[in-house]
């Protein structure tokens, strides 16, 4: 088991922060939204082994963490752009980190989150884009 540090919004607006033991940042996450909390940040603890990753290779549960992080703000009620820029800051994998800050930077621009997504050249499968923009045109 590793030691997390998060982040989380809870139901009545307020932004928590505490550890728990988990075996992955996914089940950290998913003990946290059982608690009835929409996780904004999870990192492993600076204490275990493994918690400077640097950068290296982003890996597939970043991504599906962050996205996952991402849709759980916006079910909360979390504007897109505030959840954007949560994840930018999220102190997870340098690359998802800029990448996120990027789209945050188009969002504020205008332009619509499907091309920001693009234009972020994040290792995503192209129905995931096709979902963004369906969404957007949708509501």
Known sequence: MQRFDYKVLAADGSVL?????????REAARQLERKGLAPLEIVRHAGT???????GRLRREDLILAFHQLATM????????????????AGGHPRLAAA??????QLRRGEPFHDALAAARLPLPDYLLQLARAGELTG
Do not use: C, D, K
């Open 100 to 105: 996120f800050a990027g789209i945050a930077t």
């Open 74 to 89: 916006l079910r909360a009620g979390v504007t897109l752009g505030e959840a954007v820029e949560a994840q930018a800051g």
């Open 17 to 25: 922060s505490g550890q728990l033991r988990a075996a992955s940042e």
């Open 49 to 55: 082994p493994g918690a400077q990753r640097g950068g």
